[in-house]
């Protein structure tokens, strides 16, 4: 099994020791190539591998804070709409960046360095990388943007390829679109997506409309 940089990005994300395991050795070597599908997870299995040494893990609750993890930073979704706080036992995931076309983004690779105040993603990965991870309305707000590169001036340390700077705005696009509290006005499958503001009338308004409006005379 070999992973590609997408996923090798990924994994250098925020997430605990445990949960890089359960995807390095629970998850990715049981996936089918060409579907991105895994087999129905399996937690007597996923505990077993993650009590290898001492047994820290005993609920599946457990795992599924790990698989959480997970699905934070793009590595995972599921095949279909699950409930979160429900078990993911028997559940199948989807693997996207498995299937992740690197080559003609391999120039993004070569180039290292610090945020930009003028910094802007390369527009079609960030395309691509949206629907791998289940992004359906990936059109970003000049906010959005001026959010994330005010958040990583402030980090001046951190150095990451052009490529790893689209892919780290493009999972900071999906928290914020799942995150608690964010408005939605239509939700498809586990993505909530805003929709463009617009003006409807409710029926009571109409119903007045037509009541009254026979009377205005023009």
């Given at each position: 099994?070999?992973?590609?940089?997408?996923?090798?990005t990924?994994?250098?994300?925020?997430?605990?020791n445990?949960?890089?395991t359960?995807y390095l050795l629970?998850i990715?070597?049981?996936?089918?190539?060409?579907?991105?599908?895994t087999?129905?997870?399996?937690?007597?299995?996923?505990?077993?591998?993650?009590?290898?040494?001492?047994e820290?893990?005993?609920?599946?609750?457990?795992?599924?804070s790990?698989?959480k993890?997970?699905l934070?930073?793009?590595?995972v979704?599921?095949q279909?709409?699950?409930?979160?706080?429900?078990?993911?036992n028997?559940?199948?995931?989807?693997?996207?960046?498995?299937t992740?076309?690197?080559?003609?983004?391999?120039?993004?690779?070569?180039?290292?360095?610090t945020?930009?105040?003028?910094w802007?993603?390369?527009?079609?990965?960030?395309?691509?990388?949206?629907?791998?991870?289940?992004?359906?309305?990936?059109?970003?707000?000049?906010?959005?943007?001026g959010?994330f590169i005010?958040?990583?001036?402030?980090?001046?340390?951190?150095?990451?390829?052009?490529?790893q700077w689209?892919?780290?705005?493009?999972?900071?696009?999906k928290?914020?679109?799942?995150?608690?509290?964010?408005?939605?006005?239509q939700?498809?499958?586990?993505?909530?997506?805003?929709?463009?503001?617009?003006?409807?009338?409710?029926?009571?308004?109409?119903n007045?409309?037509?009541?009254?409006g026979?009377?205005?005379?023009?």
């Amino acid at each position: 099994m070999q992973i590609n940089k997408a996923e090798q990005t990924a994994l250098l994300q925020s997430l605990s020791n445990d949960a890089r395991t359960l995807y390095l050795l629970g998850i990715r070597p049981s996936v089918d190539e060409k579907t991105a599908k895994t087999p129905p997870l399996n937690y007597k299995s996923l505990l077993i591998l993650l009590n290898a040494k001492e047994e820290k893990y005993t609920l599946g609750r457990q795992v599924n804070s790990l698989i959480k993890e997970l699905l934070n930073v793009g590595l995972v979704n599921f095949q279909e709409e699950v409930e979160l706080n429900h078990s993911f036992n028997g559940k199948v995931l989807l693997l996207p960046l498995t299937t992740m076309e690197e080559n003609e983004y391999s120039n993004l690779h070569l180039n290292w360095h610090t945020m930009k105040l003028n910094w802007t993603p390369n527009e079609k990965l960030v395309a691509d990388l949206s629907k791998l991870v289940g992004i359906i309305d990936y059109q970003y707000s000049a906010n959005e943007l001026g959010d994330f590169i005010a958040y990583w001036l402030g980090r001046p340390e951190s150095q990451f390829t052009e490529y790893q700077w689209t892919q780290k705005f493009v999972f900071n696009l999906k928290k914020m679109r799942l995150a608690h509290g964010f408005k939605p006005t239509q939700k498809i499958g586990q993505q909530i997506v805003q929709t463009q503001a617009g003006i409807e009338a409710d029926e009571n308004t109409k119903n007045l409309v037509a009541k009254y409006g026979k009377t205005v005379k023009t």
